[in-house]
């Protein structure tokens, strides 16, 4: 075993004295934390519809067949509308037992077989004739309506840019009242993704004036951002 030196060994704790008095100095550095809230208001440029087409029957391969002729119909009637493929999803089916009431109560009788689909349009005005369209070619019923925003990712870029702006606001009005100078970024995080909120109140008085307005929706975006402070 090698012994240290009385020198040397002083040597070391000096280091480790001065290595634990920097860390604990930043760690008592004074710092401010404040949050950052941005948020963009988008009028959605396309609309989704979500719906479902079914058929029940005794043998699951001629239910199977029935389903796919009626939705070979629809994707027809919608690609001849000018809608991209590229632009409908139909890969979710599902299979239950279908049960019929009797007077001796419930009792199996077949198979219920469905299969959604979603279509995604640009052309906000399409949207009626596209749903009498598919109701007409052996749609069963509408699952879900929604007017989207296609470019989310570009305008939640532009919220947190807004909401780290907020933040360097937030933090420039907080030292000024308490009368500290504001330093360099310590530490920032987002506080969430990207979060499209409806505005359903805004969106039933557009729809009262003209049934074909969207309306608009909310992209928000949060930051806590560390800063640090100097007297």
Known sequence: M?????????????????????????????????QGNGLIDVTPDAFSITFVLEQKGQVVTK??????????????????????????????????????????????????????????????DDYDKLIDGILARGVTRIQHFDFVITQQATYYEQALTAAVNDAKQRASL??????????????ISESGGYMPISQPKYRMIQAEAAPSLPGQQTVSASVNVTFSIHK
């Open 2 to 34: 090698v012994k240290l030196s009385s020198y040397w060994l002083v040597c070391v704790l000096l280091f480790f004295v001065g290595h634990v008095s920097a860390h604990d100095d930043a760690a008592t550095a004074s710092t401010i934390q404040v």
């Open 63 to 124: 239910i199977n067949q029935l389903v796919e002729a009626e939705l070979t119909k629809v994707i027809d009637f919608l690609l001849a509308q000018g809608i991209d493929s590229k632009q409908i999803q139909s890969m979710q089916v599902r299979l239950t037992p279908h049960y019929e009431s009797t007077p001796e109560g419930h009792r199996e009788n077949g198979f219920m077989l469905s299969r959604e689909v979603t279509v995604t349009h640009k052309n906000l």
């Open 174 to 187: 907080l030292s000024k009242q308490l009368d500290v100078k504001l330093g360099e970024v310590m530490q």
